[in-house]
């Protein structure tokens, strides 16, 4: 774990280069004598073409710093930024059609339109929007996650592993800025979980995209650049290149900070 200050800790400069960026990010759920403060002062930056995980205990503020950079929900004070935008400056309306054309969401059930074929969930994002889809990226991203004998079959006759490559490539379909996944193998045994995290990798490496992912799993966060680590709402460290064993040890030493301040 880094000992000296990370590329995100809490009252830190932020660059406006970055793919998506949080300044000065409070949370607050509830008021007076219930009220909770999830994320207390972050600012972090998570740079163009970087696999970045996310996490932290249960009640660390991880999910809810993904949902706020996501435009998901909205902060109590602090801004985040996607590129030079200010998602916390935008309105409903603006807020939709950002989302819809700039950001992409990979969830730990998928999310698939069971209705629909594995190509019709691919490019769904576009049919909303109401665009045709590249067609040519379109067969990148087919190719890449070896999708191109399965896209007449509808999510029931397809893996779970097979599934998320198909949430995956519609995330990817409209080449957003970032993509965020939250616990993308939660649902996966350890073999198919292997093969999206692999995928995931290959779309930051092969295709430049942007990840940001929160994840419980040492295993799955290995297959990030970067990890960064949350306690008590506030950036507690980074793990550059990490390793199973690397991001256990800055979890165990995150336990042990939580627990001394227990006993104190």
């Keep these: ?35 909770v403060t999830a994320l207390n ?7 163009s073409g970087q696999f970045t995980a996310i996490m932290g205990p249960s009640g660390s503020g991880k999910s809810t710093l993904m949902h706020l950079l996501a435009g998901l929900d909205s902060a109590t004070s602090g801004q985040v930024l996607l590129g030079e935008t200010e998602l916390t400056a935008l309105g409903d309306n603006e807020l939709t059609k950002l989302r819809r054309e700039r950001i992409g969401f990979v969830f730990q059930s998928f999310n698939l339109l069971p209705m629909f074929t594995a190509y ?6 576009s049919e909303l929007a109401g665009t045709s889809p590249d067609q040519s990226w379109l067969d990148t991203l087919i190719d890449t996650f070896g999708m191109r004998d399965r896209l007449t079959h ?25 993509i ?8 996966l045994d350890s073999r198919s979980g292997a093969e999206v995290l692999s995928f995931l990798r290959r779309s930051v490496r092969e295709l430049g995209q942007t990840i940001v992912m929160v994840t419980h799993d040492p295993t799955a966060a290995a297959y990030a650049d970067q990890v960064v680590l949350l306690a008590d709402g506030q950036i507690a ?22 627990q001394t301040a227990v006993a104190g």
Excluded: C
Aim: charged share 15%; hydrophobic share 35%.
């Design 1 to 35: 774990m880094t000992t000296t200050p990370p590329p995100g800790t809490r009252g830190a400069a932020v660059s406006a280069v970055s793919a998506v960026s949080a300044r000065h990010l409070t949370k607050v759920y509830g008021s007076g004598d219930i009220a």
């Design 41 to 47: 002062d972050v600012s972090i930056q998570f740079e």
């Design 120 to 125: 019709q969930n691919i490019t769904l994002p």
């Design 154 to 178: 509808k999510p029931h006759q397809l893996s779970g592993g097979q599934q998320q490559r198909v949430a995956i490539a519609r995330a990817l379909s409209t080449r957003p800025d970032v």
């Design 180 to 187: 965020f996944a939250d616990e993308p193998t939660g649902n």
């Design 237 to 258: 460290g980074t793990i550059e290149s990490p390793t199973p064993e690397s991001v256990m040890s800055g979890l165990d030493a995150l336990r042990t900070i939580d």
